[in-house]
Structure formats: C-alpha cells, structure tokens
C-alpha cells in the first residue's frame, strides 16, 4: 500500500500530486460558476474575466501544491526575473514568426492577398493583445505548468507530451468552425502546438518562453493578420484577408491559419528549431558545472 501513494524517497507519488491539483482547480471553477449569474446581472460579460479568474485559479492550485511540496513558485516555472521576461519577449517574438511563415506559404501558394481593415485601430490592437496575454497565461499554466510537470516526472517527457497534446487538441473540438477537413487539420496542428510548446518548456524548464510563443502566435494570426483564432473572429486585424477560393484545408476557414496545412507546415518547422536548439537550461546547467 505503501508504494501506491509514496516512492522510495518516502515523498508522495507525481501522479497523486496532478489529482490534488486538478481537485483544486475543479472546486474553484465549480465554486466560480455558481457566481456567473450574478456578474450578468451586473452587465459585466463574460469575455470581460472570464479567462482571468482561470488563471487566477490555476494559479492558486500551482500556490497550494507547491506550498504543500515546500517549493516555490519558480519549480513550478514561474522565475520572475528579468530574464523570465526577456524569455516572454523571444517567444513572442518566435511564435509571430512562425505564424508569419504559415501565411506567407498561403499566400506564396496564391490562397490569401490582404487589404486594410478600415475597423482597425490601435485600441483594438492593444486590447487583442491584453487578450491573449491572458489566454496565454491560462493555458499555459494549466497545460505546462505544474501539471504537465508532475506528469514529466511521473511517466517521462514523451508520453507527457503526447498525452497533453491530445487534451490540448481535444480542449479545441468545441470551438466554432470545427466541422469537416477543418477538424482533421486544426486537431493535427493543435496537438503539434503542444509538442511545440511542451518543447519551449523543456528547453528552459520554464513557462516564459511558452507563454510568449503562445502569445505572438494568436495576436499576430487574429489582431495583425485578421485570421479567426482557433475558430473565434471577434479579433479585427490590422488587415484583412482576401481569400482566393482555394479549399478549406489550405486556408483553415473561419478557424484560422492554424487549421491549414501550411500551419501544420510552421509548426513543424517550429518544432525542428526547439529540437536542434540545446536550450538555455541545458546551457545553464553546464556552465554551473564548470564553474564548480
């Protein structure tokens, strides 16, 4: 019974830990909803907190469990530090490139021209992008924060990775315009994301420069390039793309870029640059070696 709930070092198993977090997470978002009617009444909307107050609660599980293992924040992935954000920075700067190349390859292959959004305006840009902060910050949090991290230690990189990426992908299925070669093609590219990011994380061993791909990949694919994000088009681009009647799975639809082959194509070239680049906590590691 013993080896069920401790390992040998006497110190509760990883996969118990991701139950205790999910727990948490799920009573504070099951406690959240029951307060959803009352913001309405209000007139406050729901995109309005909504993503905020998940955040806030899967930060709050991250605080308890690390709390309760008697580690900080940072095991968890959260060095705030000035490289931390220097690391935000990179990746956003990394994940609007790779959504960049993904539209240049339609646009190079005669699917897409754009023209001006005569509804664009800085304030809609700045707010998009206060936006998907938070929707970077939530998703990564829960997807690669101390959950995916427990499941690392548990059960090993890959099968975290590949197991995380079809929750990821499966998270998604609900989305509008998922119907059709969109769903084959945007399920595929969302699970590569999420090798894509999973990757970003182990090359650092922490969340910084996944939540920055994270962010430039839909800021620039919804507020720059007018593309739908993962099926929502609420988000007006600085531009607005001209589709060229070419099919679905070349375009990805209303969903957007990412549910097109040449965001598959990105993607994966995405991946290819993580998987060659050593990484900065490998380089971290060796120069502490050396210096010791």
């Known amino acids: ?27 504070g978002l099951g406690s959240f909803r029951t307060l959803i009617p009352a913001f309405k009444r209000f007139g406050i909307r729901d995109g309005d907190w909504v993503i905020g107050v998940m955040f806030s609660l899967s930060m709050l599980a991250t605080l308890v469990c690390t709390r309760l293992r008697k580690e900080s924040m940072a095991s968890a992935g959260w060095q705030l530090n000035r490289r931390w954000g220097m690391d935000v920075a990179k990746g956003t700067l990394f994940g609007a490139g790779v959504m960049l190349l993904a539209a240049g390859l339609l646009w190079a292959f005669g699917g ?26 939530w998703e990564e949090n829960l997807f690669r924060g101390f959950l995916f991290q427990r499941l690392i230690d548990g059960i090993g990189e890959w099968p975290t990775q590949i197991l995380l990426a079809l929750l990821f992908a499966m998270g998604h299925w609900g989305n509008p315009g998922m119907q059709g070669a969109v769903k084959y093609w945007a399920t595929l590219d969302i699970a590569l994301a999420a090798v894509f990011l999973g990757l970003a994380y182990l090359r650092t061993r922490s969340l910084a420069l996944p939540i920055g791909i994270h962010l430039g990949w839909n800021w620039t694919q919804g507020n720059v390039l007018g593309f739908g994000v993962s099926g929502t088009t609420s988000h007006p681009g600085w531009i607005r793309p001209i589709f060229n009647g070419k099919p679905e799975w070349m375009s990805g639809g209303t969903f957007g870029i990412e549910a097109s082959v040449f965001g598959v194509v990105a993607v994966l070239i995405g991946i290819v640059v993580l998987w060659k680049w050593k990484g900065s906590h490998e380089v971290l590691a060796e120069a502490d070696q050396q210096a010791n």
């Open 1 to 27: 019974m013993g080896n069920l709930f401790f390992n040998s070092e006497k110190r509760l198993r990883n996969g118990w830990w991701a139950l205790i977090f999910l727990l948490i997470l799920m009573a």
């Open 112 to 137: 897409v021209t754009w023209e001006l959004n005569p509804l664009r305006s800085l304030r809609a840009m700045s707010l998009g992008f206060l936006v998907f902060i938070m929707v970077a910050l």
